[in-house]
């Protein structure tokens, strides 16, 4: 049985990182590799971000708490009630590491600490229209009768529905910037994916000319709200990438 928490000796060999947010086709992105045979890996419930933020906190390599995986996606964690909770990581973390603590924990915003610690490894920046971006988290927990409250500064951190709103466009904004102006002049380590407007094909070429064989028949879209529509794609969207 796969433990999130399990110390391995990890080597620094190249990995795949998908580094956009949730709620941009981080569960179709996981899928289609899996299904190209990589050992690809999606959330786990927030594990997978707990585990990253875990060995941040103790200085130690990125992925030393998380598994040997090839490809990791949803590096993320909002529902800051369960943290920490578990048996193992209460042993692990120090009482000084919990007044340190990030809540939520976004461990795709390390990307550099990713790139420095694993060499050769290729992102993905998965994006979509920041205004259907921003309908689809609305509408995920509507979906099942609850009320999406998450920003990077916590749960229901906001007064009303525009503040919140104005927040997570905000920190879109700086995260693509950011992630750009790092990877600027290296066009083989990231790839800009707008998931709806990019066909597959262009995910394909990419990793193509880094030696991977994918097939893109395998690619499928997952966890779309049921309330999801198809519309066209925003001028904002297109210039993003």
């Known amino acids: 049985m796969w433990s999130i928490f399990r110390s391995t000796r990890d080597r620094a060999r190249p990995r795949i990182f998908q580094i956009g947010f949730n709620r941009c086709g981080t569960k179709s992105l996981c899928t289609f590799f899996q299904r190209n045979g990589y050992r690809a890996v999606h959330w786990k419930s927030g594990k997978l971000a707990e585990g990253i933020e875990l060995a941040r906190l103790r200085g130690e390599p990125l992925l030393r708490y998380v598994g040997r995986w090839d490809v990791y996606t949803d590096m993320e964690r909002v529902a800051h009630r369960r943290f920490f909770k578990g048996r193992v990581l209460r042993r692990l973390l120090r009482l000084e590491d919990r007044d340190r603590l990030e809540k939520p924990i976004h461990a795709f915003h390390y990307f550099r600490a990713l790139d420095c610690q694993y060499p050769g490894s290729k992102f993905i920046l998965n994006i979509r229209g920041v205004d259907r971006w921003v309908e689809s988290r609305l509408r995920f927990e509507a979906d099942d009768g609850g009320d999406y ?34 990877f600027r002049g290296r066009p083989d380590d990231l790839l800009i994916f707008h998931i709806e407007a990019d066909p597959v094909e262009k995910l394909v070429r990419f990793f193509e000319r880094a030696g991977h064989d994918l097939d893109p028949r395998h690619w499928t879209r997952e966890n779309r709200t049921r309330a999801a529509q198809a519309d066209g794609v925003t001028e904002e969207a297109r210039t993003a990438a």
């Open 149 to 182: 409250r998450f920003c990077r500064h916590g749960e229901r951190a906001h007064a009303d529905r525009e503040s919140l709103v104005a927040c997570w466009k905000e920190h879109w904004r700086t995260h693509l910037s950011e992630v750009r102006e790092y």
